[in-house]
């Protein structure tokens, strides 16, 4: 998958369930950052981190939490308070400041409540 | 913040001819425009970036061109293929800082008709 790598593919939860979704990287990339999907919309963002133990909120954070205390790791929790959380949710990596080609995205998580 | 509109939101075109794809940015401190395709259930790809100091950059069957004055960026597919048939998404963000939030436009599904 191309150094990042998201768990699992498909996840199903049922109504007043947390669930985690897993987004693993190997490129040494200092930030991360997820985003949701929605049929027919673009990425939105919902939290990203620019350092080990930092993290802030996107422009759609209620309901979610993160947590990054690895490099390389940057967990999402979707919580029960995450009303409509059915989506297609994607964890992408990048660089530090100037340069670079941009974010590397994962495979996704395709949540569905049950 | 960065607000990004897209167009159209889907296009058909005949296999051969050109495809063009539309967006506006309302951050005139943005400094970095990629664009990402995305096939049917797959991450996002970056398949052209461009950044501020530049007009126009091509690859190929694609090229990207950028009008800073009027805060808009384009992408030009030529000699379509059916491979082409793809989501594909605007974005943009300031690359000054450690973490890049890319904001997306709302996608442009193509469909590259044999």
């Known amino acids: 998958d191309g150094g990042i790598t998201q768990s699992p593919k498909y996840l199903f939860r049922k109504e007043g369930q947390n669930v985690t979704l897993s987004c693993e990287q190997n490129?040494?990339?200092?930030?991360m950052y997820w985003y949701r999907q929605d049929p027919g919309q673009g990425l939105r963002l919902i939290y990203y981190?620019?350092?080990?133990?930092?993290?802030q909120k996107g422009d759609i954070a209620e309901g979610y939490s993160v947590s990054r205390e690895k490099k390389e790791s940057f967990p999402l929790t979707v919580t029960s308070a995450q009303k409509n959380p059915t989506a297609f949710y994607l964890c992408?990596?990048?660089?530090?400041?100037?340069?670079?080609?941009?974010?590397?995205f994962g495979s996704g998580t395709r949540l569905t409540v049950v | 913040g960065e607000n990004v509109e897209q167009h159209p939101s889907t296009l058909s075109v005949q296999e051969g001819d050109s495809a063009v794809i539309k967006c506006t940015y309302s951050?005139?401190?943005?400094?970095?425009f990629p664009w990402y395709k995305q096939e049917l259930g797959k991450r996002p790809q970056l398949i052209i970036d461009?950044?501020?100091?530049?007009g126009e950059k091509k690859d190929q069957r694609i090229a990207v061109t950028l009008n800073k004055t009027a805060k808009h960026f384009s992408l030009h597919i030529t000699e379509t293929q059916p491979e082409d048939s793809a989501v594909y998404f605007c974005?943009?963000?300031?690359?000054?800082?450690?973490?890049?939030?890319?904001?997306f436009g709302s996608g442009t599904q193509l469909t590259v008709l044999p």
């Open positions: 992408a990596s990048s660089n530090k400041g100037t340069g670079g080609h941009g974010y590397t």
């Open positions: 490129l040494n990339h200092d930030a």
């Open positions: 981190s620019q350092i080990v133990n930092d993290f």
């Open positions: 951050d005139s401190a943005s400094n970095y």
């Open positions: 461009i950044r501020s100091n530049v």
């Open positions: 974005a943009a963000t300031w690359e000054g800082g450690s973490a890049r939030q890319l904001t």
